[in-house]
């Protein structure tokens, strides 16, 4: 096995009393794809903002290339190869392609004081890298992004992240707004990533689309590690009961026939359901 290219150890994050992550390790390693799962208010989101630099970890450590570190901006996450795609792209409605693929890191021409944007060489580099993706009909980076596709968002920003030498790419929910042929489109990107050697850490609630394309998968309920295996351990139907509670799900159901049983036959009302749903153990 080849050394993490990014690695949590015991990491915890807390607001003031309120713990939202607690003891996760994780190792993000080159040419793989991480499926991140979990069901909304899991943690995923304060977990891809630890590894993208936007949160400090309360406790605990990351390492980065066998070395440990210590985030203290998104610069510094970028510094290191991370790079962090969320859902519409991270672009620029009314920017042009090319604008919008060097933001920040503009290329310039001409003699100080009189260097200014060269729009030819943008331009041409974008096209090219988002051909080189499949998005072959972007012909004309003078073109506004708020003019493409969700799919094309997506690849735009790919495409600039692998540019600028990004190793671990952080995909937040990319097909969560997209068509079957978008989202089937994105899937194609992340598999090409990952042909590239880039590690792909992909947050998604789509348990299809990470089954497709991932590796190794990490599953947090309430902030907590609930799950850590790789492709083929367990079925899809053992991962979505997973998100899911399947537990709860199944006590929740032998309330319910217990109710029915007891009230000859009629279900629940709703603020008896709702009686249920928070405690099961009830009278």
């Avoid at 096995?1 to 607001?15: D, G, I």
């Avoid at 390693?29 to 949160?55: P, Q, W």
């Amino acid at each position: 096995m080849t050394e993490p290219l990014l690695k949590l150890n015991a990491v915890c994050k807390s607001f003031g009393t309120t713990d939202v992550l607690s003891d996760v390790s994780l190792e993000v390693r080159a040419g793989e794809v991480l499926c991140l799962l979990g069901d909304n208010g899991a943690g995923k989101s304060t977990l891809i903002k630890i590894l993208s630099g936007f949160h400090e970890p309360s406790s605990g450590t990351m390492e980065a290339g066998g070395k440990k570190v210590c985030f203290k901006s998104p610069r510094d996450a970028s510094s290191h190869g991370i790079a962090t795609v969320h859902q519409f792209g991270g672009t620029f409605p009314l920017m042009s392609i090319g604008r919008s693929f060097f933001v920040g890191a503009e290329p310039l021409k001409g003699l100080w004081p009189l260097r200014r944007f060269d729009r030819k060489l943008a331009n041409s580099i974008a096209v090219r890298e988002m051909q080189a993706l499949g998005i072959t009909r972007i012909t004309d980076g003078d073109r506004l992004v708020g003019g493409l596709s969700g799919g094309e968002r997506q690849a735009l920003a790919i495409g600039r992240a692998v540019h600028f030498g990004a190793n671990v790419l952080i995909l937040d929910e990319p097909t969560a707004a997209l068509g079957v042929k978008e989202a089937a489109h994105v899937l194609r990107l992340i598999m090409q990533a990952r042909q590239k050697g880039i590690a792909v850490v992909l947050v998604t609630h789509n348990v299809t689309h990470a089954m497709t394309v991932g590796d190794h998968f990490a599953v947090l309920i309430r902030g907590a590690l609930a799950a850590d295996f790789h492709k083929g351990e367990r079925t899809r139907e053992e991962i979505t009961d997973l998100m899911a509670g399947g537990e709860a799900m199944a006590e929740l159901e032998a309330e319910i026939e217990a109710y029915q049983l007891a009230h000859h036959g009629h279900t629940p009302e709703p603020a008896e359901l709702e009686r249920l749903t928070h405690d099961p153990s009830g009278p």
